[in-house]
């Protein structure tokens, strides 16, 4: 089935980019004009039927982002990995929103970090950042350290404030030290009972 499958791919959508990465998972990369098509066709034919993810990753170098659609049958023992292509600077491509339920919300995700326009999702709204106005964060021209620099301010510790190693190092050498002064003491009070004893023998 899988062979009959790579064929039609590989002849239906003029790519050469199909690959078996494990005995039940696939990839294959695509257009992302045929995007669509392909997923229509493995779902409709060959039971992929459950959307489990829509990945991003930034190659800023080459100006595109990779989206990688992840599909499974619906018996959970195959999945495919259908990779495209998009341009970062304008970077859209249409909604699945209306095909699974659930791209609705991996697609506000991508939105939000990347921000990718997936057009035709109604509810491209915020997520988990408020009222952000900066670069998406999940973007790779987004400096990190930049932005805590000049947006977060550094609280200062308490007076008490204590060093975890510190701390945890001045314990350590606390337990050493009272299970060397029990030992001494045990050996004290053992030494104390034989004397005692020679004291007995000797009366």
């Known amino acids: 089935m899988e062979t009959m499958m790579f064929k039609q791919i590989k002849s239906h959508f003029a790519t050469d980019d199909v690959e078996v990465k494990r005995n039940d998972l696939y990839k294959v990369g695509v257009r992302h004009e045929r995007l669509f098509e392909l997923i229509h066709m493995l ?7 459950t959307l489990n993810a829509i990945t991003c990753t930034d190659w800023i170098e080459e100006g595109h982002f990779a989206l990688t659609y ?27 929103s209306h095909e699974f339920k659930q791209a609705e919300i991996m697609e506000r995700d991508l939105h939000e970090m990347y921000g990718i326009d997936f057009q035709g999702n109604k509810n491209l709204k915020e997520l988990s950042l408020e009222n952000w106005v900066h670069t998406p964060p999940l973007r790779r021209e987004f400096d990190t ?18 060093d975890t190693k510190v701390e945890s ?11 060397e002064a029990a030992k001494k003491a045990k050996e004290a009070a053992a ?9 007995k023998d000797g009366k």
């Open 191 to 199: 030494a104390e009972t034989v004397k005692d004893e020679e004291v």
């Open 70 to 96: 992840m599909l499974t049958t619906e018996d959970r023992k195959h999945t495919f990995m259908i990779q495209t292509m998009i341009n970062r600077e304008d970077a859209h491509i249409k909604s699945f």
């Open 145 to 162: 350290l930049e932005f805590v620099n000049n947006n977060l301010t550094f609280r200062e510790g308490r007076d008490d404030n204590i």
């Open 169 to 179: 190092k001045r314990l350590r050498a606390l337990k050493k030290a009272e299970k």
């Open 43 to 49: 779902r409709d034919e060959y039971d992929y039927k």
